[in-house]
């Protein structure tokens, strides 16, 4: 069988960047005489292989197993339209390894200037609060009421807000939903613990901001958002744990696109353009289609709770009556070319 040089872990040959064993393993049982056609990207790899192949011959298995092998090397390697540039072989890698794909993509382990951003700024409030001493913890483990309070107006009175909310209303963490966020992304970094009831910095935490303060400690947050904090927790969609899988091409895209303002629509129509398989398998709903639901959900995690809240875009209603419901519109901020470098061409 000519699929025997495919391992299950290897870039799909179909071309959709992701593993074999989770793309087109089973899905065919063919060899150059007998295209697949369950799938239409399979499919267009054995139409792309036969016609290469042409009227050649071949000696011996051997001889035609090495050029498949050599024919899938250099499809994953050549760029893909929906991929903007990027071949399916670069796509795999950021898609399985982004913390581990040196040849695609490279992070630093300090920035060249102190970050600014929503989640730097809560995380800096947290530390002032902590100190030397601790802070006490509720019988619960949150961050105690009154910091809560105490902090949540000036934040959203120095921050532009995209959804409206009353400090009254906070009467626990959770009510204050971008602390209670870092609080726990910054539980995963292993900066903050709790010891004896009360919040304290971690020995880590302390070095970093001794070492470089907050350009220290800023990729350990980006990395335990983007690795270990759960994306859709809090936000009442479907779990689609592909859009965070793929945060490193959505940063792609803001990287190669976002030096100008563009629509959310914009980065949704390339997400879906490069990933449609996104939409097999959504629960029915009764008030979105899958399209909408997936564009809905990619906004919230992606351009809100990502990119503008860890300060690498801009966002801001096109409709400045309807910031609410309306459309958004996305710019990069210059801490996104601080923290992740791409390799591939942008």
């Known amino acids: 069988m000519i699929k025997k040089d495919i391992g299950r872990n290897d870039p799909c040959p179909c071309g959709s960047g992701k593993k074999y064993k989770y793309c087109c393993l089973g899905r065919e049982n063919a060899g150059p005489s007998d295209p697949p056609t369950t799938n239409p990207a399979t499919s267009e790899f054995f139409d792309q292989m036969h016609r290469e192949i042409g009227d050649r011959k071949f000696a011996s298995l051997e001889e035609l197993n090495a050029f498949v092998a050599d024919f899938s090397k250099r499809r994953n390697q050549a760029p893909v339209d929906d991929f903007h540039g990027l071949s399916s072989d670069q796509m795999h890698h950021m898609l399985d390894f982004p913390?581990?794909?040196?040849?695609?993509?490279?992070?630093?382990?300090?920035?060249?200037?102190?970050?600014?951003?929503?989640?730097?700024?809560l995380f800096n409030l947290m530390v002032e609060a902590?100190?030397?001493?601790?802070?006490?913890?509720?019988?619960?483990?949150?961050?105690?009421?009154?910091?809560?309070?105490?902090?949540?107006?000036?934040?959203?009175v120095e921050r532009s807000r995209l959804r409206m909310m009353r400090v009254c209303g906070i009467?626990?963490?959770?009510?204050?939903?971008?602390?209670?966020?870092?609080?726990?992304?910054?539980?995963?970094?292993?900066l903050i613990?709790?010891?004896?009831?009360?919040?304290?910095?971690?020995?880590?935490?302390?070095?970093?901001l001794a070492d470089g303060g907050m350009s220290a400690v800023y990729p350990r947050l980006f990395r335990a958002y983007a690795r270990n904090y759960n994306w859709a927790y809090g936000d009442r969609y479907p779990i689609i744990s592909f859009i965070q899988q793929s945060f490193l091409f959505s940063l792609y895209l803001l990287t190669r696109y976002g030096g100008d303002w563009r629509p959310q629509s914009f980065y949704g129509d390339c997400f879906l353009r490069a990933f449609p398989m996104v939409l097999d398998g959504l629960p029915a709903d009764a008030f979105f289609d899958p399209e909408k639901m997936i564009r809905s959900c990619f906004r919230l995690r992606v351009l809100e709770h990502f990119a503008w809240f860890l300060g690498l875009a801009l966002m801001e209603p096109i409709d400045k009556n309807d910031p609410i419901l309306g459309e958004y519109r996305i710019k990069k901020l210059p801490l996104l070319n601080e923290i992740v470098e791409f390799h591939a061409s942008v």
């Open 99 to 121: 913390f581990d794909s040196p040849q695609v993509v490279s992070f630093p382990d300090r920035l060249r200037t102190p970050p600014d951003s929503p989640m730097a700024t």
């Open 130 to 156: 902590i100190g030397d001493q601790g802070l006490k913890a509720t019988a619960k483990g949150n961050l105690p009421r009154k910091f809560c309070r105490d902090n949540a107006q000036g934040y959203y």
């Open 171 to 190: 009467v626990k963490e959770e009510d204050f939903f971008e602390l209670h966020v870092t609080r726990r992304v910054a539980e995963l970094a292993g």
């Open 193 to 208: 613990r709790k010891y004896k009831g009360h919040f304290i910095l971690s020995r880590d935490c302390r070095g970093l």
